[in-house]
């Protein structure tokens, strides 16, 4: 393009901090007090007492340290370094000036995340426009995108990309914060898709008599005959409580065949007790079933359904309770167990 009168001068000039001479040749070079990487010697101009010094041969430049190379040997604090001006790097262009599409290669780009701010802000509109990024297709005809969420939301959360190896058959789950509201940051981890059942598993309790108010605590083996259980992790159990292998909404059901095998009329139950607190403190019914018998020596048979959802395995267990009015004895006693869902 022709200009009338003097043509513009653009360029990235900047005048480097000020060095005081000491007895070595080496300084390094700073711009606001941040180590300077020139692109080459010939893009500076250096004035060593008064006299503007030859680049590569009164001087060298090796990253942001320059060696000067004078003939007297080694400079001293008698020296003075008076300016060092660069003037722009391998396609650095002025704020005035224009860049023709293609021209800064990803090689030039020297993104760089620190403390206080991210390497690559993708900026909005200032209107309704949300920044974007979007990832072309191989001939540049179709894009995805990432967007950012609205003004209105005001979010400023960060996401931090798992630290494990990527595997099939995952998802991208949120597994902890720190901070919290709209500047919380969250750790994501690969976690099990919901396309299947993870957890499925099955115990039984050999033959065993309990008085009123006893937990059932004996007996208890996980049924592998048939079942092949577990399927997955599976529950664990000590003296009657049970734990849960991870987190999430599982469906419990018991089953058991009866004994009354004193008294001539009654009831015989099961009171399933639950904890937050790992039993410290806290100790909930989430679940009750009776059956009535008439007579001594009576049989009779309970089905129980529960749902509970499991927000800490340390703490999330149950146990079950013989609730009766008459010793019981309990035969071909089941207790499965089956997770519907992550939470």
Same mark, same amino acid.
């Given at each position: 393009?022709?200009?009338?009168?003097?043509?513009?001068?653009?360029?990235?000039?900047?005048?480097?901090?000020?060095?005081?001479?000491?007895?070595?040749?080496?300084?390094?070079?700073?711009?606001?007090?941040?180590?300077?990487?020139?692109?080459?010697?010939?893009?500076?101009?250096?004035?060593?007492?008064?006299?503007?010094?030859?680049?590569? @041969?009164?001087?060298?430049?090796?990253?942001?340290?320059?060696?000067?190379?004078?003939?007297? #040997?080694?400079?001293?604090?008698? *020296?003075?370094?008076?300016?060092?001006?660069?003037?722009?790097?391998?396609?650095?262009?002025?704020?005035?000036?224009?860049?023709?599409?293609?021209?800064?290669?990803?090689?030039?780009?020297?993104?760089?995340?620190?403390?206080? $701010?991210?390497?690559?802000?993708?900026?909005?509109?200032?209107?309704? &426009?949300?920044? @974007?990024?979007?990832?072309?297709?191989?001939?540049?005809?179709?894009?995805?995108?990432?967007?950012?969420?609205?003004?209105?939301?005001?979010?400023? !959360?960060?996401?931090?990309?798992?630290?494990?190896?990527?595997?099939?058959?995952?998802?991208?789950?949120?597994?902890?914060?720190?901070?919290?509201?709209?500047?919380?940051?969250?750790?994501?981890?690969?976690?099990?898709?919901?396309? #299947?059942?993870? &957890?499925? *598993?099955?115990?039984?309790? $050999?033959?065993? @008599?309990?008085?009123?108010?006893? !937990?059932?605590?004996?007996?208890?083996?996980?049924?592998?005959?048939?079942?092949?259980?577990?399927?997955?992790?599976?529950?664990? &159990?000590?003296?009657?409580?049970?734990?849960?292998?991870?987190?999430?909404?599982?469906?419990?059901?018991?089953?058991?065949?009866?004994?009354?095998?004193?008294?001539?009329?009654?009831?015989?139950?099961?009171?399933?007790?639950?904890?937050? *607190?790992?039993?410290?403190?806290?100790?909930?019914?989430?679940?009750?079933?009776?059956?009535?018998?008439?007579?001594?020596?009576?049989? $009779?048979?309970?089905?129980?359904?529960?749902?509970?959802?499991?927000?800490?395995?340390?703490?999330?267990?149950?146990?079950?309770? !013989?609730?009766?009015?008459?010793?019981?004895?309990?035969?071909? @006693? !089941?207790?499965?167990?089956?997770?519907?869902? &992550?939470?």
């Amino acid at each position: 393009m022709s200009y009338i009168g003097k043509t513009p001068t653009v360029g990235n000039f900047i005048k480097l901090d000020d060095i005081s001479t000491s007895s070595t040749n080496s300084y390094t070079l700073q711009h606001n007090s941040v180590n300077f990487s020139p692109e080459s010697a010939n893009h500076m101009l250096v004035s060593l007492n008064g006299v503007i010094q030859a680049p590569n @041969t009164s001087y060298s430049v090796s990253g942001s340290t320059i060696t000067f190379l004078p003939s007297s #040997g080694t400079l001293s604090s008698s *020296d003075s370094i008076d300016f060092i001006m660069v003037y722009g790097n391998v396609l650095d262009v002025g704020v005035a000036s224009t860049v023709s599409d293609a021209s800064i290669t990803k090689a030039k780009m020297n993104l760089i995340s620190d403390s206080s $701010s991210a390497g690559l802000t993708i900026k909005g509109d200032g209107g309704s &426009e949300n920044g @974007t990024i979007a990832l072309n297709c191989s001939s540049n005809s179709h894009a995805v995108k990432i967007s950012s969420p609205s003004h209105a939301s005001g979010q400023s !959360y960060e996401m931090i990309l798992p630290t494990t190896n990527i595997t099939a058959g995952k998802f991208l789950k949120v597994d902890s914060v720190s901070g919290s509201g709209a500047t919380g940051v969250g750790q994501l981890s690969f976690a099990d898709a919901g396309g #299947g059942i993870e &957890e499925v *598993d099955r115990w039984v309790m $050999s033959s065993q @008599t309990y008085s009123n108010n006893d !937990y059932l605590t004996a007996g208890w083996s996980r049924h592998l005959t048939l079942t092949g259980a577990p399927h997955g992790t599976g529950l664990s &159990e000590s003296s009657g409580v049970f734990s849960f292998p991870s987190t999430g909404v599982y469906k419990m059901d018991f089953q058991t065949y009866f004994w009354n095998n004193a008294g001539t009329r009654g009831y015989l139950g099961v009171d399933v007790r639950g904890t937050n *607190d790992n039993f410290s403190s806290n100790d909930q019914r989430i679940s009750l079933g009776y059956t009535h018998t008439s007579v001594a020596q009576d049989h $009779s048979g309970l089905f129980m359904s529960w749902l509970i959802d499991v927000t800490n395995t340390s703490n999330n267990k149950f146990k079950l309770l !013989y609730n009766g009015s008459n010793t019981g004895g309990f035969y071909f @006693t !089941y207790l499965n167990s089956v997770k519907l869902m &992550e939470t």
